[in-house]
């Protein structure tokens, strides 16, 4: 048997030096752990076939193009493709450049390797007995970050991508601020505020970018689609289509909002979906697989209470608020909330919400790896005083049960933070802590 001819074709193509990426530069790194295999996972159109290419860029600046090499499976011809072609591979590539083996690391980066089965046994192959860093990239159809570590058995190191965060929605328009907010003149923060409020609109996803407000909807709308039939119907063989649909356009036009399962079994049901429990808790698990949601948990040390209590749901970017919001409604609070909650899962915090014994809610409590915790309540307008004092009040009565935690009030703009002061908690723009003025 020979190497497929399309795979020859791409291994050739592979080699040449080509030309670099012009894609906007992300802030993601994978973790310096060497000997591991590398898995870019995220939700789909969030770009992370770019940032495959980015990375093979990175490594051609220091190594000669052979020894960087990217090579894509996302292909109709190399459908039902054997597990065996892999090593075919592998062997013509060191054929070509056999003074490589063994002797000077490689780097390869496979995008959607997980179309051909049996793909973890190929490259756990590859570490044992090559000198390769190997880095993959999938749909979350098929790579999900749990299964990365099970199938790679504790060789697998998973990267998410996410849409833009805001300090990159800013660097691709090449305005990425290069100082500290303190130093900033009236104009620029102007411009940053006028961006930041497009952002919590249009989102973070690149092919967004630039486009007419009704085309990014629309274009986002069909990404939902695809991750509700690639990454959930077809992945776990859904029956309940409509019933999975009326879920996800549930969630995403009630952004920040406690989820009960209950309350939306008693829903379901009174539109006509006759689904069981159990299955909309499996539904909702898979779409949160997808990436597509995010789930914020009690903040609390004990599990009973954890599981016992709802959770509060997040999309994965602002503009899909916006893209399911048929009411025409201004929603720009959730919005402010959600990009808060996406930047916290960026800097791989820990998120938990929390209830005071006074019966506030504080929106966040955020462990970093590095221990250091933060309180955060989000307010976009702090001009309506009932508004103001329930939001001071919450946080007051949470610092107390958490008195390790530093307290965060975060608002829209500086002019609502003109509008308060607090002796003990800080009091910021979300944007300028977005941009890590004060993380």
Known sequence: MALHPVLLEKLNAALLPGVRSTATPRDARLAPVPNKVHAVIGMRRSGKTTFLRQ??????TQVPPERAVYLSFDDDRLAELQLAQLGFLLEEYFRR??????????????????????????????????????VVSGSSARMLSREVHTSLRGRGLATVIRPFSFREFLRHRGEEPADHPRTWTARTRSAIEKRFREFLLHGGFPEVQG?????????????????????????????????????V?????????????HRLHQDLKSQGHGVAKDALHMMLGHVIDGFLLGAVPLATDSERQRNSNSRKLYPADP??????DASGRSNVGHALETCVFNELERRGAEVGYVKTEGGSEVDFLARYPDGAQELIQVCADPADDRTRTREL??????????????????????????????????ITAAYEWMLGAWA
């Open 249 to 261: 356009r549930h969630c995403l036009r009630a952004p920040a909002g406690h989820m009960s399962v």
């Open 211 to 247: 486009l007419p407000l009704a085309l990014g909807v629309e274009l986002l709308q069909g990404y939902v689609d695809t991750v509700l039939f690639r990454d959930v119907i077809e992945r776990y063989g859904i029956s309940q289509v409509a019933a999975l649909r009326w879920l």
């Open 319 to 324: 503009g899909l608020i916006r893209a399911f």
């Open 97 to 134: 450049h056999p003074e490589l083996r063994g002797r000077e690391p490689v780097h390869w980066f496979l995008d959607e390797i997980q179309l051909v089965s049996g793909w973890e046994r190929f490259v756990r192959r590859l570490l044992d007995s090559e000198r390769m860093e190997i």
């Open 393 to 426: 009040r919450a946080l007051t009565e949470a610092a107390v049960l958490h008195p390790r935690a530093r307290p965060l009030l975060l608002v829209l703009d500086r002019d609502g933070v003109a509008s308060l002061t607090h002796e003990t908690f800080q």
């Open 55 to 60: 990375l093979m860029d990175a490594q051609r």
